[in-house]
């Protein structure tokens, strides 16, 4: 007589449709027993099953089982029955409390506090039998019955977490498989497959049958139930969901929430949709095949794949992107890749103060409020005495680094600039100067009658630290031509920072957008930024900021928005591969539009500028304390640190005192009123 095979089910309302009728179907060929989920995992590793309905963290957790069936309970959207219930702000959870029913929810939970927050809080666990309101935790996971009908007004957050997977994977989840243990004859395995297929399609035939049936034991309506099992509960395990769990599978894994050992078994028995195997990064989920033709151009999910996937996008991909008004998944997609290339817990921000030691330029540009002509009554250089005294309040302050500019000067010669440069380090020989733009040393190379590689080595020497991006605007020579008259041009701006790179030296990149470019000329920008990084790799970060028209020549021009800021910012995290850092703009946008930059690919929320003139003198006027600043990026989930010039963390001690001297002082509580 053959033997019975062991079947192990759950009675869960969201495995009805699964199991209908399984009992019957099986007959003589298997015994079926329901119990926990967590449970029936622990019988089949013990031998105690040889079929299972486990959960999928239990499946990747031993490369010996076999997936027999393509019937899985997952989602592809809110699933309802899976919760996180926080007292607290999520980014704020340290106690969590899991419930003990399933170990892949309480897997996800880990995994989505982690890349969304970078929290890894403690765990404590929640009996079956225990109340939400009898744990000690900041937030508790609840999945079946009970997570369905939460006590309302008791919680600041709560997480559907099939929606929030989805949402930051644009994957569907896979809850639970039906999983063998090795050694089932193989004809046995597929009968079983056939017979599990059929109870699934069943139950989807009869789900209105079973909400009537089942509604009332579970406190809900018939329409709830249908609902649930129509809309939130997805059946079928076909390419996405085997997307979804490889990338489950890889973040689990990274937090060792399942064994090192495993792999994901890549057959289902007697399986017809042909299942792929894609990286982690592959986030965005697959578009339908289509027939290629030279004409034939990407779509947004294509290319936001191709990001996710660490691929260097094209030219043309960059543009689409900026024609795209899906700024959720763009900026989903950047926020992915910058946690990538940032997996650490915190996040950087920079004490500086921008010195402006002349107003006096040559250069006519339309969209300066700042400048004053040679001739101009307002026009000034700053003294040697007042500008140390800025940066002696700099460094009382907790500042590393001033970033000194000023406008093309006729008259000054190289060694004006080297004498400032020697005061400023004799006085403060920690401190990096952060000075010069391109344009700017371009024009003292006319003013001298010096190479640009004369120029730039003397400075070096007389203690240049690090060169600024600015005078960058669009890197295209019709839009230079068009906003400014007597300022460098492309390549000569890229010339000045390749031989600062080759000479060791570092620097930031710029893009000043909204005015009179193109999408595709912001994308050229990145492009010939890209290029130039690819052969010196001397650009330590990236600040791209809008156009401010006030008081401009070019006032006509309507201010570009948050939504084309942010959009912008995110194509250049995705873009600008081989560039580590990007800064949150917070002086143009404000506090709340910087903050949420870092969920844009920002990995930096840019200076405490002690002083700012150029953005101010067009109108805009955002200023934030130490505080606020640190503040921002907590709330953002993120460990706020200072950092210098070269992304370096400054120690701790430096740190706190520069907080303690920041709240102490009279010069920014007067800019903070």
């Known amino acids: 007589m053959q033997k019975m095979l062991r079947v192990g089910a759950v009675s869960y309302l969201n495995t009805k449709p699964l199991v209908h009728g399984l009992a019957g179907k099986l007959g003589e060929f298997g015994h079926l027993s329901f119990d926990l989920p967590s449970r029936l995992a622990d019988d089949l590793a013990r031998d105690k099953l040889d079929v299972a309905l486990i959960p999928s963290i239990e499946f990747l957790a031993d490369p010996a089982y076999q997936m027999v069936s393509t019937a899985v309970i997952g989602c592809r959207g809110p699933v309802w029955s899976v919760r996180l219930l926080s007292r607290v702000p999520a980014g704020q959870i340290r106690r969590l409390a899991l419930d003990e029913g399933s170990r892949t929810s309480a897997a996800l939970v880990q995994v989505l506090l982690w890349e969304m927050y970078h929290l890894r809080p403690e765990i404590v666990p929640l009996k079956i039998d225990q109340l939400p309101e009898q744990v000690d935790a900041d937030a508790i996971l609840l999945i079946g019955d009970r997570a369905m009908r939460p006590e309302p007004g008791c919680y600041h957050e709560i997480w559907d977490l099939g929606d929030r997977w989805c949402r930051f994977s644009e994957m569907p989840f896979v809850f639970a498989v039906w999983a063998a243990r090795p050694g089932i004859p193989p004809d046995d395995v597929a009968k079983l497959a056939k017979i599990l297929e059929e109870c699934r399609d069943g139950g989807a035939e009869a789900t209105e049958e079973i909400a009537y049936r089942e509604a009332a034991s579970h406190g809900l309506t018939k329409e709830d139930v249908h609902r649930y099992f129509l809309e939130n509960l997805h059946f079928h395990f076909g390419p996405g969901e085997q997307n979804g769990l490889e990338m489950f599978h890889r973040l689990a894994k990274k937090l060792s929430l399942v064994p090192n050992r495993c792999s994901l078994p890549s057959e289902p028995a007697n399986r017809t949709i042909p299942l792929e195997t894609v990286s982690i990064e592959k986030m965005i989920a697959p578009a339908p095949p289509t027939v290629s033709t030279p004409q034939a151009k990407s779509s947004i999910q294509d290319i936001l794949h191709k990001a996710i996937a660490g691929q260097r996008l094209s030219v043309d991909d960059g543009v689409r992107l900026l024609e795209s008004h899906d700024l959720a998944a763009i900026g989903r997609a950047a926020d992915f ?6 997996p650490e817990p915190y996040r950087t921000y920079n004490i500086d103060r921008n010195i402006n030691y002349t107003n006096i330029c040559t250069a006519v540009c339309d969209f300066c409020a700042f400048y004053r002509g040679p001739k101009s009554e307002e026009g000034y250089v700053l003294p040697r005495a007042e500008l140390l005294k800025k940066i002696e309040e700099t460094v009382d302050l907790g500042g590393n680094q001033i970033l000194l500019q000023g406008g093309l000067h006729p008259k000054f010669k190289l060694d004006w600039y080297e004498e400032m440069l020697q005061d400023i380090k004799s006085a403060f020989p920690d401190l990096n100067v952060h000075g010069f733009s391109p344009p700017e040393l371009h024009h003292f190379t006319k003013v001298n009658n010096l190479s640009i590689e004369e120029v730039l080595s003397r400075l070096k020497a007389a203690g240049l630290g690090s060169i600024p991006g600015g005078g960058a605007e669009i890197l295209v020579d019709r839009v230079r031509s068009e906003i400014t008259r007597g300022k460098v041009m492309t390549d000569d701006w890229l010339h ?20 009179v470019e193109t999408l595709a000329e912001r994308i ?13 790799g001397g650009f330590t970060a990236f600040i791209g900021w809008t156009f401010q028209p006030d008081h401009t020549e070019l006032s006509h021009i309507p201010p570009v928005g948050s939504f084309e800021y942010l959009k912008t910012l995110a194509v250049s995290r995705l873009y600008l591969d081989n560039i580590a850092n990007l800064q949150s703009s917070w002086v143009t946008q ?14 930096d929320m840019g200076s405490l500028m002690l002083e700012e003139n150029v953005v101010a003198e067009a109108g805009t006027v955002h200023f934030l304390t130490l505080d606020q600043i640190r503040e921002a990026i907590s709330e953002n989930g993120f460990e706020p640190r200072q950092r210098n010039v070269r992304y370096e963390l400054v120690p701790l001690a430096q740190q706190q005192k520069a907080i303690e001297a920041n709240r102490m002082s009279p010069l920014v509580q007067m800019k903070a009123t």
Do not use: C, P
């Open 337 to 342: 890749v910058s946690r990538r290339m940032h």
């Open 496 to 515: 000045v920072m390749r031989v600062w790179h080759n000479l060791g030296g570092v620097s930031s990149a710029t893009m000043m957008f909204g005015h």
């Open 524 to 536: 050229e920008h990145l492009e010939r930024i890209r290029q130039l990084q690819d052969e010196t």
């Open 590 to 603: 404000g506090l709340k539009i910087g903050q949420l930059a870092m969920q844009f690919g920002a990995n």
